[in-house]
């Protein structure tokens, strides 16, 4: 039997790169890239000036056709990720579109050595060329990947260096005071032309809604659900609100006119991620930057109350093993209601006995270790408890005078002063009197020509005394803070009586909320109920 021989047919490959034509053999399809890293005045020239060059160089050059310039005008070299013509010049390259790349330099190619290599050696198994013209290196020639990993670490250590300048010259600004802001995204302020913080007057009045929603007893959740019912917008013109803006809003200290400055920082210069500062970096707190939206006194209570409802989860003998509780905002007495045999909360809850549902509150925690714990509490109907409250609410605002007046009473015990408080030019007059004392000793003892026991026995008394006056001043100013906003709030109770009539037919959660502090379950017949104004009120319980 013969054998047949064996025929092979070779199947030609389909070249799409043939890497062994030069490149100065054949018609090249060129293009440029350019970028400037900022948007600053003074580099945009830079920019136009690289695609005007770039433009007049390849459309010169009658080996050469245009394939176009891209160009990323104000976008970071230290990564492509966002560089959008960058990854399109890629793209066509890699398509045929493109035989060699010009580019300025590699710092405007690229400051990341990964990113950098990792594009070259990419185009450069396509015998895609980029020449870098400062440095004079064709990715194509024998020498030029060592070059270009050479300059590209380089490059990334310069921009090592100007991401810590930056970094330097802006804690030099926070220094200073100099408040940067994104206004784009900040509900109340804008800027003026010196880069100040000024009021928005129509978002600085949805700032005080929402923090007067928060001291009523509004949850972020209502609140997010009340300011979507009314169609008001966020500061970036969406329709939906996120609990997380609320909650970042009620407690960024800019609404009461101060700024703390670096409250994160960036930890890694490639990659720009920014971490919350824990203290790693300095942080520096600036009073009084700018116009206030909220005042100060209610900025601090919406603080209080953002406590008060964070330390409602159970106290550990009534929390089961990693169980928290939630804040409601449905219930005004939720967290208020005390026990007045353990001191922990009251808690609101539903009986069902032959069919019949019944609400009361009872002490937590007897309901959850049992009589042993908390054996004397009283179980009070929800019906007389809200009656009871609404009582005493009437009592006082019946009387609104005489509520004002012993508000008025307990804002001096704060201040604990009777005395008129020294005037701020005062301090001012005596610090200069004190100072040019010692600048008189000063010079006495130059002209002396000797240093003796006596002179510094009177410099340290004179040093002793200024900073005395300094401390004196110091602690005047906080009283002053103090009193007015004592004054604030006693005009805002004032105003609020005013429009409140003294027949309350039901219970208003609202009005609670506005102003009951505590309700202290003394037994099954009476009740201690305390005001946010100090006003403690001994209220009798009535089942009938």
Not at 267 to 278: A, G, I, L
Request: proline share 1%; with cysteine.
């Amino acid at each position: 039997m013969g054998t047949t021989a064996k025929k092979v047919s070779v199947i030609p490959a389909k070249v799409q790169f043939d890497t062994s034509i030069k490149l100065s053999d054949k018609m090249l399809k060129v293009a440029a890239y350019c970028r400037v890293s900022t948007d600053e005045e003074e580099q945009d020239s830079s920019y136009e000036a690289q695609v005007e060059y770039y433009t007049n160089k390849i459309q010169d050059n009658p080996n050469w056709k245009f394939a176009g310039i891209y160009a990323d005008d104000g976008k970071s070299g230290t990564n492509t990720k966002k560089r959008a013509d960058f990854k399109t010049m890629v793209k066509d390259a890699l398509n045929g579109k493109i035989d060699m790349i010009l580019t300025k330099s590699v710092s405007r190619f690229a400051r990341n050595t990964v990113d950098s290599l990792v594009t070259i050696r990419e185009l450069k198994a396509k015998n895609i060329a980029i020449v870098f013209e400062k440095e004079g290196v064709n990715t194509l020639e024998g020498t030029g990947e060592i070059l270009i990993t050479i300059l590209s670490s380089l490059a990334q250590e310069e921009s090592r260096n100007i991401s810590e300048n930056v970094r330097w010259g802006i804690a030099r600004k926070f220094e200073k005071g100099k408040v940067l802001v994104n206004c784009a995204k900040f509900m109340g302020y804008t800027k003026n032309e010196n880069g100040d913080l000024i009021i928005v007057p129509k978002e600085a009045e949805i700032v005080r809604l929402i923090y007067r929603l928060y001291l009523e007893g509004y949850s972020s959740v209502k609140i997010k659900k009340y300011l979507e019912d009314r169609e008001i917008k966020t500061a970036t013109g969406q329709e939906r609100w996120h609990t997380t803006v609320i909650d970042n809003m009620l407690c960024n200290e800019k609404y009461m006119g101060d700024a703390l400055l670096q409250k994160t920082y960036t930890v890694d210069f490639m990659t720009k991620k920014r971490v919350v500062n824990n203290g790693i970096v300095p942080q520096y707190y600036v009073e009084n930057d700018h116009e206030a939206i909220i005042p100060k006194e209610i900025y601090y209570r919406v603080q209080e109350e953002r406590m008060r409802r964070a330390n409602l989860c159970k106290a550990a003998v009534t929390r089961k093993k990693n169980q928290k509780s939630k804040y409601s905002s449905l219930y005004a007495l939720t967290g208020i209601v005390i026990c007045g045999k353990c001191g922990h909360e009251y808690r609101r809850v539903t009986w069902s006995r032959n069919g019949q549902k019944k609400i009361v509150w009872r002490c937590s925690n007897r309901l959850t270790n049992g009589v042993k714990k908390c054996p004397n509490s009283e179980t009070i109907k929800e019906e007389a408890l809200n009656r009871a409250v609404m009582e005493a609410i009437h009592k006082i605002t019946c009387d609104d005078r005489e509520f004002i007046e012993t508000f008025r009473q307990n804002v001096i015990s704060v201040i604990n002063t009777k005395e008129a408080l020294r005037e701020e030019e005062d301090y001012d007059t005596l610090l200069k009197n004190k100072q040019e004392e010692m600048l008189a000793l000063i010079m006495e003892n130059a002209k002396a020509g000797e240093y003796t026991q006596e002179f510094d026995a009177r410099y340290h008394a004179i040093a002793e005394e200024i900073q005395s006056i300094k401390k004196n001043q110091t602690e005047t100013r906080k009283r002053e803070e103090t009193l007015r906003e004592c004054n604030q709030r006693m005009y805002e109770i004032d105003d609020f009586l005013r429009t409140t009539t003294c027949r309350i037919p039901e219970f208003d959660n609202d009005l609670v909320r506005r102003l009951i502090s505590t309700v202290k379950i003394i037994s099954e017949e009476k009740l201690m109920i305390q005001f946010k104004s100090g006003i403690v009120v001994e209220q009798e319980i009535r089942y009938d």
